[in-house]
């Protein structure tokens, strides 16, 4: 599985760097912009050269990877967000949670926001990766088919506060 896991990855980054890297700093969104319509400007990929970084988190990834001003932003099972360099995969910055973070982030006005399995939302300078808030919400719960998208049934339930 981990072996998959960076395989995946290494695919979905190079797909996503291959193709215009969002050059604006102020903002980013799965699916390229707030509306999600998946669209992209540009003029895609000529050829795949083979991975061209891989990083390994301690955990499943099940975000989306987030792109902008040249930075790959991903959570992970670890209970970590993480902030890489698009070029050569280096750690820039990393965010200890107290939970799982699956959700894919989002960037607005210089500033990440990204939900974690702890309870919060967290934002946070896009640069440094200082926090800047947290927001404790009143928990979530998880779809209810045992096993779905590969979670383990143990993860199934999070308690609200």
Same mark, same amino acid.
């Given at each position: 599985?981990?072996?998959?896991?960076?395989?995946?990855?290494?695919?979905?980054?190079?797909?996503?760097?291959?193709?215009?890297?969002? &050059?604006?700093?102020?903002?980013? *969104?799965?699916?390229? =912009?707030? @509306?999600?319509?998946?669209?992209? /400007?540009?003029?895609?990929? +000529?050829?795949?050269?083979?991975?061209?970084?891989?990083?390994?988190?301690?955990?499943?990834?099940?975000?989306?990877?987030? &792109?902008?001003?040249?930075?790959? *932003?991903?959570?992970? =099972?670890? @209970?970590?967000?993480?902030?890489? /360099?698009?070029?050569?995969? +280096?750690?820039?910055?990393?965010?200890?949670?107290?939970?799982?973070?699956?959700?894919?982030?989002?960037?607005?006005?210089?500033?990440?926001?990204?939900?974690? *399995?702890?309870?919060?939302?967290?934002?946070?300078?896009?640069?440094?990766?200082?926090?800047?808030? +947290?927001?404790?919400?009143?928990?979530?719960?998880?779809?209810?088919?045992?096993?779905?998208?590969?979670?383990?049934?143990?993860?199934?339930?999070?308690?609200?506060?």
């Amino acid at each position: 599985m981990t072996k998959f896991k960076s395989i995946i990855i290494c695919i979905s980054v190079a797909l996503l760097m291959a193709c215009k890297s969002n &050059i604006n700093k102020e903002s980013a *969104f799965f699916h390229a =912009d707030s @509306s999600h319509s998946g669209f992209y /400007n540009t003029l895609g990929i +000529k050829q795949l050269h083979g991975v061209k970084w891989s990083f390994k988190t301690a955990g499943r990834v099940f975000s989306s990877p987030l &792109i902008c001003d040249n930075t790959v *932003f991903i959570g992970s =099972d670890d @209970s970590s967000f993480y902030a890489l /360099n698009a070029k050569d995969g +280096k750690l820039l910055w990393k965010l200890r949670t107290a939970g799982r973070v699956s959700s894919s982030a989002a960037i607005y006005n210089y500033k990440v926001y990204v939900i974690s *399995f702890d309870g919060y939302i967290y934002c946070l300078d896009q640069d440094s990766g200082k926090e800047l808030w +947290k927001f404790k919400t009143a928990g979530e719960s998880v779809f209810a088919a045992p096993g779905i998208h590969g979670i383990p049934e143990r993860d199934k339930p999070l308690d609200d506060p």
